[in-house]
């Protein structure tokens, strides 16, 4: 699994991936290594053998300058804004509104497998110039 997220400001980011959507803490962090996980402002980490089913979140640092639109807080547990699934079996919004740690009430990303669901017959639309023909 290839895991990329876009910053022009992060300093630092990690992966986090949790064994089960309930974990509290992550079983496993990885940290990206600017020279060998960073290519222009992507930070990118590329997971053998992992599973559809995993759970996962960033933690990403950074300068915190509100008057100039940076608010990064390496406390707050970020998921993904492209997965294909989140879950929020944890979730306390409270928690993500203060400047502590919020991993235990956080919010998750999910590795979903598209092949692996039933479309029941269905197929995507074909789209030809703008135009949808189904």
């Known amino acids: 699994?290839?895991?990329?997220?876009?910053?022009?400001?992060?300093?630092?980011?990690?992966?986090?991936?949790f064994d089960k959507h309930?974990?509290?803490?992550?079983?496993?962090?990885?940290?990206?290594?600017?020279?060998?996980?960073?290519?222009?402002?992507?930070?990118?980490?590329?997971?053998?053998n992992l599973k559809a089913g995993t759970h996962y979140a960033f933690r990403v640092s950074g300068p915190s300058e509100p008057e100039t639109g940076l608010r990064y807080n390496r406390n707050k547990v970020l998921i993904d804004p492209y997965a294909r699934g989140n879950t929020d079996t944890l979730w306390k919004r409270a928690d993500a509104c203060h400047d502590s740690d919020n991993v235990a009430t956080s919010m998750h990303s999910v590795v979903i497998d598209p092949e692996d669901y039933n479309w029941e017959g269905d197929k995507p639309l074909t789209v030809r110039g703008g135009t949808v023909f189904s």
């Open 1 to 17: 699994m290839n895991f990329s997220l876009y910053s022009g400001s992060a300093t630092g980011v990690e992966l986090l991936l």
């Open 22 to 48: 309930d974990s509290p803490q992550p079983l496993q962090t990885i940290p990206l290594i600017p020279s060998k996980n960073k290519t222009f402002h992507f930070w990118h980490v590329f997971v053998k």
